[in-house]
């Protein structure tokens, strides 16, 4: 079908706050920018939204319908469809726009709707079980690669740095390490001088007490060698194969960079060898505390046949003796499916879970609606007692002190009324979306970690355990409250030994 001419964008974000989800809308356009030069479409204008979706009435929302249906756009450029809507209304009335060709498609990140299809399935869309792991992939990324454009790299920071732990949530920025930054700094300068060799420059660092971050042993040549081929230290970093100018603190000229590399070429540049392993990082060796690593290992029979295989094993980098043995992949991803398994809920508590949840919400929204209205007609009050204010002291029946007092008790005051509607916004906000990723999440855990990529391993098992042990070839994991909150339940219903045969979404 041939594409619309001219389209709408529309970002929207789940909160009404102007000072706080603004940078989530503008990632938002930002990205449907991006989709729609790729794509050469006509955008003629741009909706933005900080509101909820879970009700009707959004106001920018309905003024976008109406011009779609005075005819000043065919199309919708948005994130996701959830953007759109997330109550019936709202859904219906985007599916009877399609239906009567007045909306004939919509791009999102994901896919395209075109008026042909069957609106029907765009139903399907809302509930489909895969759509957790699809969102935190992308959404992930998404706020990653805004921390790029920043200037602040979104994986932890090399050594000789730190990631600031008393920033908020998705701001936080890269600080010198106290510790470590001067005598980084001095291997580099071994380094630029060009008396010495990577392998001699490890020994001066142990001289100098430079430890692994990772461990409390000295740190290797080989992660010395890291150190002096990543241009982070240069004020740069790569990120999803762009290249971002950092806002830290360079601790080296670009100029001492390359130099750095044309001293490397000399002695001759490793080449890398790399493999993706799903839970590496992740586990801890049960005897000496090592972390645990992985390769890969082949097997040829006389007959040229080939044989191959993943072990995990202790890395033995402590000075703690260990004779843990490995184990195969398979071996440890039937462990961890074994704990997957135990957890999981059958469709009946998962429906009746989701629908109670629901229910609830609507009477949460109910009180917090009240609350909302009587916070802000003290919000209004308090304003026109300013104009009053402000009215006393032009006609100057008030003297310029006591307005300024008064003025500065009425805005503290009004600032505590922002304070207390933007608590009770973050205790309620999204609150019914999350617990229902959660309960989808355990749901369809055990299907997404057998069909699922290395990423999605790794993920799911993030989410599902912490403390992992590897010890005498039996992974312990500790389930985190995400599995104890939604399957406990579960048994005590009655529904827990799981009858259904089928372990994966529904298509």
Not at 30 to 40: D, G, H, T
Not at 436 to 443: G, H, I, L, T
Request: charged share 30%; proline share 3%.
């Amino acid at each position: 079908m041939e594409q619309a001419a001219k389209y709408f964008i529309y970002a929207r974000k789940s909160s009404e706050s102007e000072d706080r989800q603004v940078l989530s809308v503008e990632s938002q356009i930002r990205q449907l920018q991006e989709i729609s030069q790729k794509r050469k479409l006509k955008v003629v204008n741009i909706f933005r939204e900080e509101k909820s979706a879970k009700e009707p009435g959004r106001l920018v929302f309905t003024e976008m319908v109406s011009r779609i249906k005075a005819g000043e756009a065919k199309g919708i450029v948005c994130w996701k469809l959830n953007r759109l809507a997330r109550n019936p209304v709202d859904g219906g009335t985007i599916q009877w726009l399609l239906q009567n060709k007045e909306l004939e498609h919509i791009v999102s990140a994901e896919r395209d709707y075109f008026s042909a299809d069957n609106v029907l399935m765009m139903n399907v869309e809302f509930g489909m079980a895969n759509q957790f792991i699809l969102d935190l992939r992308r959404d992930t990324m998404r706020g990653m690669m805004d921390k790029a454009r920043q200037g602040w790299f979104p994986f932890m920071a090399p050594i000789g740095y730190l990631n600031d732990p008393y920033s908020p949530q998705g701001q936080r920025k890269i600080v010198v390490d106290p510790k470590h930054f001067n005598q980084i700094r001095q291997l580099w300068d071994f380094l630029l001088s060009g008396t010495y060799t990577v392998f001699q420059i490890s020994k001066k660092a142990e001289e100098i007490g430079i430890k692994s971050k990772c461990s409390n042993d000295p740190i290797r040549a080989s992660s010395i060698y890291r150190v002096f081929t990543n241009k982070f230290y240069a004020g740069e970093f790569d990120f999803q194969g762009q290249a971002f100018k950092g806002s830290h603190k360079p601790m080296i000229t670009m100029d001492e960079f390359d130099h750095a590399q044309r001293i490397l070429g000399k002695r001759g540049k490793p080449r890398p060898r790399i493999h993706s392993f799903p839970f590496t990082g992740m586990i801890k060796c049960g005897e000496c505390g090592g972390m645990v690593t992985a390769e890969n290992k082949i097997k040829r029979g006389k007959n040229g046949q080939e044989w191959r295989y993943t072990y995990y094993h202790c890395s033995h980098r402590t000075k703690t003796p260990c004779k843990q043995l490995a184990v195969t992949k398979d071996a440890l991803e039937q462990q961890i499916n074994a704990v997957i398994l135990k957890s999981r809920i059958s469709d009946k508590f998962n429906h009746w879970a989701i629908e109670e949840l629901r229910r609830s919400n609507k009477e949460e929204m109910k009180g917090q609606n009240q609350i909302n209205k009587n916070n802000l007609e003290a919000y209004n009050e308090n304003k026109k007692m300013i104009d009053n204010l402000l009215n006393l002291k032009l006609k100057e029946m008030i003297d310029d002190e006591t307005y300024k007092t008064k003025k500065n008790t009425l805005f503290a005051e009004q600032l505590t009324i922002k304070k207390r509607m933007e608590s009770l916004e973050d205790r309620t906000k999204d609150w019914f979306e999350n617990a229902e990723k959660a309960y989808n999440f355990v749901k369809y855990a055990y299907y997404w970690f057998n069909n699922g990529n290395l990423e999605d391993k790794k993920i799911i098992l993030q989410v599902i355990g912490s403390k992992l042990i590897l010890k005498d070839k039996i992974l312990s994991i500790e389930n985190k409250k995400l599995f104890n909150l939604v399957a406990e339940p579960a048994k005590f219903s009655g529904w827990y030994p799981r009858q259904e045969s089928n372990l994966q979404p529904s298509p």
